[in-house]
């Protein structure tokens, strides 16, 4: 059974920078995308960016410039920076796994089989 596991969140200000990451064990085997969503008090969870094997990367437009998705294929693991943080950026952040290996960047929740717990980011302004 594919595990996820974040790390990194906290409470920062405005401006400052965090870097999350998450740790994938459990037979994940090789070619699946990965993405980082989030959820804030009262919202939908709602996509953040995604990253393909190869290392092609998708990111929502009010992160764009400031966030940075990577991987580590022979660790099992997924980075993302996130600098200039702003108020609107607090949320929990959620890693997640989609298996199908397809080159296609998955967009929707729904897409992905596999979930982290989640951390959370506070951005006080």
């Known amino acids: 059974q594919v595990q996820l596991v974040e790390s990194g969140g906290g409470l920062v200000q405005a401006g400052d920078s965090l870097r999350l990451s998450c740790a994938a064990s459990?037979?994940?085997?090789?070619?699946?995308?990965m993405g980082w969503f989030r959820q804030a008090p009262g919202k939908g969870r709602e996509f953040v960016a995604a990253?393909?094997?190869?290392?092609?990367?998708y990111y929502r437009d009010s992160v764009e410039g400031r966030f940075t998705i990577s991987r580590d294929n022979a660790k099992n693991t997924l980075d993302l920076q996130m600098n200039n943080l702003k108020p609107e950026d607090t949320a929990v952040y959620y890693c997640?796994?989609?298996?199908?290996?397809?080159?296609?960047?998955?967009?929707?929740?729904?897409?992905?089989?596999?979930w982290g717990q989640g951390t959370q980011v506070t951005v006080s302004s």
């Open positions: 997640a796994l989609e298996s199908s290996k397809s080159t296609r960047l998955a967009l929707m929740a729904s897409e992905y089989d596999y």
């Open positions: 459990g037979g994940t085997g090789s070619g699946y995308v």
């Open positions: 990253i393909n094997w190869a290392g092609s990367t």
